[in-house]
């Protein structure tokens, strides 16, 4: 079949996905074609793609039910506009250009005709001849034309080794012009730098470069990349005989070969052996390294410092009286524990009095005319010790002054607090420690100096830190500095069925109700269809006007991402009918993922750059400032095509810019992981509970559920799966050495 030939420049482009980079669009022809229309509608997959561009598509005709005849396209090249002025004005006036709209680029195009293209590569700084381009937005367009440029030739380039358009520019973003080096030396670096490559796309981009499946650099990289995911899912190191098996089978090799090489890395000090009976326990230097100086410092910092017990009971007691309230036996432990020491953890389950106990630490503290710094690991979770502390809490990463440089060879993240700028505090406490890992823990103990005190708060049965490490754990079993365990439920906090039976769920006890109860309900359903329709319906209808609360102040919080109960599966359900289409809203996919304006959205990593503004009812700003963190929960309140950016509310009326280029950091969250709620707070959550994987179903994962919600918890599913998840203590295995290491130190 011949296929049909049409030239034109883009004048509209309807549907783009970014992913897969299939297109809808229309081309304005220069004259009437064989169809006898001169606006002929094109849909296909497109590398690059911008309003104003000038194509020659070749497809076949098709009649489509509802949009009538349109061509589908099957090869495109563009051409080059030379001399034609009026697609030149389209191009720069379409979007492709930030800043310039089709006035501008009418004036323009009117001062430099057919040279317009030549005058912004070659010489931009002509552009301030034209009325409205200062100097600075003169340049701002020729770097910009240079990098579409750029980027169209780099999605080319890419499309010969199978990668997605979205994924070629995120490569193209990430290295600039080095990418072509980079993949023609040394693509494993792909994977570990580019958020959503893998080791087998990394490794597909090798082959196709040349590299055989037996080299010694492909061996190497794999095993890297194998250790690399092993901290992705929390281990510090692997035992050698998983690390040889993972890596061959990743490889496809014979586990000799992969064992020789890691002989090799271990001769040449890339890798690290810490032989532990018969183990042998494989880290990388730096992990190895940051083990060790974390045990050393910690021991350093476990100074005594010298407390009147006597007097400091009579602070207690007069604080009592004053704010009318009663500190157990353990509390006054953890308070004068935690004056005297120079490391203190203060561990507890909800409603055992952990902050009145740091509330009673912070006012003896302040009495004597400390300095104290307090943190947590999250915004969700400063913020809240800031309300129950009445003190100023900032995140662990603002303590640390978080700097992240871009645009060099030194680019990442680092911390301008450190041994050379130690924190200026005579007492630092951090809340929700559990989720601490050990590489924020690393960067911590470096700004502290020796002579201050560390008291770390947190609940030891909650789940894991997402990074790798069992920070808090670790240093309970090590047994070096005090460990106060708060477990009396207080009176008023006995009163909660929520923290009841979170209690009961950790002495691996069955869940209790009543008819009496008001704060916790299981509603008995025992397939995903039914389920699912319950928690829409409770979102939607039931829990709003009972709690007298709105249905995004309601979390889902499901055990799994995939899966027909998942987070993938419920949050479109969920957005249909929180948020429905309505003609009005604008939406646009990203990565796969549908948002709509009013969309209720979760920033899913720390991004520190990212500029937020507050703005008063008048639109004005009244406050700036920079960083947006994972799990910070706002909703989408403009979509904007032309601009190709997106306005995300946050907490507090923070209000933020996306690219679209950036919205892969933003994801649906009217349902989101149990792991994504740590260190969070929601008036009441809803949790869908049927079978799952072992693995997952653990009972500190049902735990941290459970105590996320301050007045309702509602578990939907089957009450079979809630008791094998009560029953299931067999938490997912971390390797993790500091506990060894702290303990081998306070030998020495």
């Known amino acids: 079949m011949n296929l049909i030939e049409v030239e034109g420049y883009v004048k509209r482009i309807t ?143 890419l499309q010969d080794y199978g990668i997605s358009m979205n994924m070629s520019a995120k490569i193209y973003q990430h290295y600039g012009e080095k990418m072509y080096e980079v993949i023609q030396k040394n693509p494993y670096r792909l994977a570990e730098d580019i958020s959503g490559i893998g080791f087998k796309i990394a490794d597909m981009i090798a082959s196709r470069s040349g590299f055989s499946a037996d080299s010694s650099f492909r061996i190497r990289s794999g095993i890297e990349y194998v250790l690399q995911q092993s901290s992705v899912n929390g281990h510090c190191y692997l035992p050698e005989e998983e690390l040889v098996a993972y890596a061959a089978r990743l490889l496809m090799l014979d586990q000799g070969s992969v064992a020789n090489e890691i002989d090799s890395m271990t001769m040449n000090k890339e890798l690290l052996i810490d032989e532990v009976g018969v183990e042998r326990r494989v880290y990388s230097g730096r992990m190895y390294y940051m083990e060790m100086n974390c045990a050393r410092m910690l021991l350093d910092l476990n100074l005594s410092f010298s407390v009147d017990e006597v007097l ?25 524990s935690a004056l005297g020491g120079g490391v203190t953890i203060i561990t507890g389950g909800p409603g055992t009095g952990k902050t009145t106990t740091i509330n009673t630490v912070l006012q003896i ?50 911390f301008e607090r450190n041994e050379q700028q130690p924190l200026e505090a005579d007492v630092i406490i951090i809340d929700e420690f ?25 609940d030891v049965n909650q789940l894991p830190s997402v990074g790798p490490g069992n920070v808090l754990r670790d240093m309970i079993k090590a047994d070096f500095c005090k460990v106060v365990r708060l477990n009396r439920i207080f009176r008023q906090a006995a009163e909660s069925h929520i923290v009841l039976n ?40 039931e829990l709003p006007p009972y709690l007298k609360i ?139 509970v049927l079978q799952g994987p072992e693995v997952l179903f653990t009972r500190n994962l049902l735990y941290t559920a459970v105590t996320r919600a301050k007045q309702c918890v509602v578990m939907v599913g089957s009450r079979a799966a809630v008791r094998q998840m009560i029953g299931n203590v067999n938490e997912q295995k971390r390797y993790s050495g500091l506990e060894k290491r702290i303990r081998e130190m306070k030998v020495e």
């Not at 669009?25 to 000038?54: H, N, W």
């Not at 349109?70 to 379409?94: A, C, P």
């Not at 559990?434 to 947190?458: E, N, Q, T």
Request: glycine residues 10%; aromatic residues 8%.
């Open 550 to 688: 709105g249905p995004y102040e309601i979390q889902v919080l499901a055990p799994m991402r995939k899966g027909e109960l998942g987070v993938e599966t419920l949050n479109p359900i969920l957005q249909g009918y929180m948020n429905p289409a309505d003609g009005k809203k604008m939406e646009r996919e990203f990565h796969g993922i549908l948002f709509r304006e009013l969309d209720k959205v979760m920033q899913v990593k720390n991004d520190y750059q990212l500029k937020w503004e507050k703005r008063n009812r008048f639109g004005d700003v009244y406050e700036q400032g920079s960083g947006v963190f994972n799990g910070d929960v706002g909703v989408v309140k403009r979509i904007l095509p032309a601009e190709e950016i997106v306005e995300i509310e946050f907490e507090e009326g923070k209000l933020a810019e996306y690219d679209f280029g950036k919205m892969d950091e933003v994801e649906l969250a009217y349902a989101i992981t149990i792991h994504k709620s740590q260190g969070s707070e929601y008036p009441a959550v809803v949790i869908p």
């Open 15 to 157: 549907f783009r996905n970014e992913k897969n980079g299939y297109t809808v669009l229309t081309l304005q022809t220069p004259e009437t074609d064989k169809s006898g229309e001169k606006e002929v509608r094109c849909v296909g997959s497109f590398s690059y793609i911008a309003e104003g561009m000038y194509l020659k598509v070749k497809g076949n005709w098709q009649n489509h039910a509802q949009y009538g005849i349109q061509l589908h396209v099957s090869e495109f090249e563009e051409k080059k506009i030379e001399n034609d002025t009026d697609s030149m004005e389209r191009y720069l006036g379409s979007g492709a250009i930030k800043g310039m709209g089709p006035v501008l680029a009418s004036r323009v195009v009117e001062r430099f005709g057919a040279d317009t293209f030549t005058v912004i590569e070659k010489e931009p700084e002509r552009l301030a001849e034209v009325k409205g381009i200062s100097e600075e937005k003169a340049k701002s367009i020729g770097t910009q034309f240079q990098n579409n440029q750029n980027l169209r030739k780099a999605m080319i380039f």
């Open 502 to 541: 979170a209690h009961r769920i950790h002495a691996g006890e069955d869940l209790v109700f009543g008819e009496d109860y008001k704060d916790f309900f299981h509603l008995e359903k025992t397939n995903s269809r039914d389920v699912a329709n319950l928690v829409i319906r409770l979102l939607v209808k």
């Open 312 to 336: 400091a009971g009579k602070k207690i007691k007069e604080l009592e009286k004053k704010q009318g309230i009663v500190l157990d036996e353990l509390q006054k432990e953890a308070v004068i």
């Open 365 to 414: 503290l302040d009495e004597e005319g400390l300095e104290v710094l307090l943190a947590a690991p999250t915004g969700r979770a400063a913020k809240r010790m800031s309300e129950t502390t009445g003190w100023e809490a900032q995140t662990i990463h603002r303590l640390l002054e978080v700097n992240v440089e871009t645009g060099s060879d030194n680019a990442g993240m680092r």
């Open 434 to 458: 559990s989720m601490v890992d050990i590489h924020l823990f690393y960067a911590l103990l470096k700004a502290i100096v020796p002579g201050s005190r560390l008291i770390v708060v947190g």
